[in-house]
T-cell receptor, first 116, second 111 residues
């Protein structure tokens, strides 16, 4: 089946630094990728939608200058958390939509971010 | 905006019992509905996917139903096992490709 990977699986960074999370579709081309955030004991909330080669669309309340999304190729999207703060600590999950065959979405395993 | 609700929020049952998890959504204009399992600190495992034109899907001990007109879905787990303990998430995919997730049901199966 289709596989989506995320790297790193977990990361610890200091306040004020930036951290980049990668989302890759391993065996299909993803024209659209989605980034979700999950706080402890809460459900997943969509942060933004990224389409290959164009600017991401952010959900209301998500700061686009803080959460930079780049979808430069059909198999890779990156989320950069800039000037991270402890309140950004969360579980970040991406999903990728197969734009050529199944048109289904597949979820990555998630990245645990802890900001100290 | 689509809103997805799951009841109950938590459930504890003895091993071997059959159980039902409920999911309701406010907008019936959906592309599909998917049930996921999430273990603590882990990502999502897809369990069952029901297209908007389907009424139910089955996989092993799991059966999911969809009543789009009433905005409801149920996940039936037969003969529960301790390994079934996890959080179960219902997610509705809109026609615009976006997923809306429910708040989840935390299931504990007691040996």
């Amino acid at each position: 089946g289709a596989v989506v990977s995320q790297h790193p699986s977990w990361v610890i960074c200091k306040s004020g630094t930036s951290v980049k999370i990668e989302c890759r579709s391993l065996d299909f081309q993803a024209t659209t990728m989605f980034w979700y955030r999950q706080f402890p004991k809460q459900s997943l909330m969509l942060m933004a939608t990224s389409n290959e080669g164009s600017k991401a669309t952010y959900e209301q309340g998500v700061e686009k200058d803080k959460f930079l999304i780049n979808h430069a190729s059909l198999t890779l999207s990156t989320l950069t958390v800039t000037s991270a703060h402890p309140e950004d600590s969360s579980f970040y999950i991406c999903s990728a939509r197969d734009g050529q065959s199944t048109y289904e979405q597949y979820f990555g395993p998630g990245t645990r971010l802890t900001v100290t | 905006k689509q809103e997805v609700t799951q009841i109950p929020a938590a459930l504890s049952v003895p091993e071997g019992e059959n159980l039902v998890l409920n999911c309701s959504f406010t907008d019936s204009a959906i592309y599909n509905l998917q049930w996921f399992r999430q273990d603590p600190g882990k990502g999502l495992t897809s369990l069952l996917l029901i297209q908007s034109s389907q009424r139910e899907q089955t996989s092993g001990r799991l059966n999911a139903s969809l009543d789009k007109s009433s905005g409801r879905s149920t996940l039936y787990i037969a003969a529960s096992q301790p390994g079934d303990s996890a959080t179960y998430l219902c997610a509705v995919r809109s026609t615009g490709n976006q997923f809306y997730f429910g708040t989840g049901t935390s299931l504990t199966v007691i040996p």
